[in-house]
């Protein structure tokens, strides 16, 4: 079996914490390090260790013989500094395609064992078809007038592009991601865009859907969640990665920025909420039915919220994909 990839922005994070660990325990400040190694940038060490720049092995190999580690746990911290400065399998292949706004994304979700994702009111990323994509950042033009004019719609391009080739994460050969999606029937509203992009889209949700990785699950309007009168606060999305010593990570999408979720405490009051969204939503078979029948409802521009007539959550069967517990 070949290894399983690693998310680069990941492991980051971890050689980040490993190489502080050692630190701290041979006894050393960062001034002290910086001096003795003989590094030109006082910054150096603290991106190092709060993964925030891609490192060189050389550099790493330096901090270990600095600290004096042992040889099982020198070969542990070099293999992660070459995960975290690696672009391995599908995201070399589409590495170019990627812009400065993808790339986070990508290198987060390269390495993902699983992804979760609530969406209240915009279809995820990884699910939009290219027509939904485009008007979704034609909608925010006038909020980045960043560029100038003859570069906007290459510009727009390319962010459609990137967003595209992340994409390839769902369906590629070698050890897909598993991919969990609720979705609020809101996704589906009339502000959403064109009656023709939105019936493309429900067929694309509808193909990814059957896929053996994804699962992807309608949470109709007005059904209560956790029994009772809880509203998720925002959408959000969880990450876990194959190595169980690479924390599980989660991020909120903001307009500028994202705000990235690392706590532990935190990550597992969110996956609390994810699974009570799965137990309200509609199980993975029904969203099926209730995609196909939107998708025929809409070929004339109708927008009915109600294509099919669902069972009430009493009357379903078992769920699927519930969130994995690692």
């Known amino acids: 079996m070949p290894a399983p990839q690693q998310s680069p922005i990941r492991r980051r994070g971890r050689l980040g914490s490993e190489l502080r660990q050692l630190r701290e325990a041979a006894g050393l400040t960062g001034d002290q390090v910086i001096e003795r190694i003989g590094w030109n940038s006082a910054s150096k060490l603290s991106r190092l260790e709060n993964g925030r720049s891609k490192p060189e092995v050389q550099d790493v190999v330096a901090l270990l013989d600095l600290y004096g580690a042992d040889p099982a746990k020198r070969d542990e911290v070099v293999m992660i500094a070459r995960d ?176 990235a979720i690392d706590d532990e405490k935190e990550i597992k009051r969110y996956k609390m909420v994810f699974g009570w969204l799965q137990a309200a939503a509609l199980s993975a078979e029904d969203t099926i039915r209730w995609l196909a029948e939107a998708a025929l409802t809409r070929t004339n521009g109708s927008h009915d919220s109600h294509p099919g007539v669902p069972k009430p959550p009493s009357q379903r069967g078992p769920r699927t994909g519930r969130l994995t517990e690692p």
């Open 84 to 259: 975290a400065g690696d672009l391995k399998g599908w995201l070399r292949s589409y590495a170019s395609k990627m812009t400065d706004a993808q790339m986070p994304y990508a290198e987060l979700e390269a390495g993902c064992a699983e992804i979760w994702e609530f969406s209240p009111i915009v279809v995820p990323g990884l699910l939009q078809t290219a027509d939904y994509t485009r008007i979704r950042l034609e909608s925010t033009q006038p909020l980045n007038q960043a560029h100038p004019p003859k570069r906007e719609l290459a510009a727009l391009e390319a962010e459609v592009s990137a967003r595209t080739s992340r994409q390839m994460l769902l369906t590629r050969e070698e050890e897909p991601a598993l991919y969990h999606a609720v979705l609020d029937e809101a996704v589906f509203g009339v502000r959403a865009g064109p009656p023709n992009v939105l019936q493309s889209q429900i067929r694309r949700l509808r193909t990814l859907a059957e896929l053996p990785n994804v699962t992807i699950q309608l949470l109709l309007r007005d059904t209560p969640v956790n029994g009772g009168w809880y509203l998720p606060h925002t959408g959000f999305s969880l990450y876990r990665f194959p190595d169980p010593n690479d924390p599980e990570a989660g991020s909120i999408e903001g307009l500028d920025s994202n705000l």
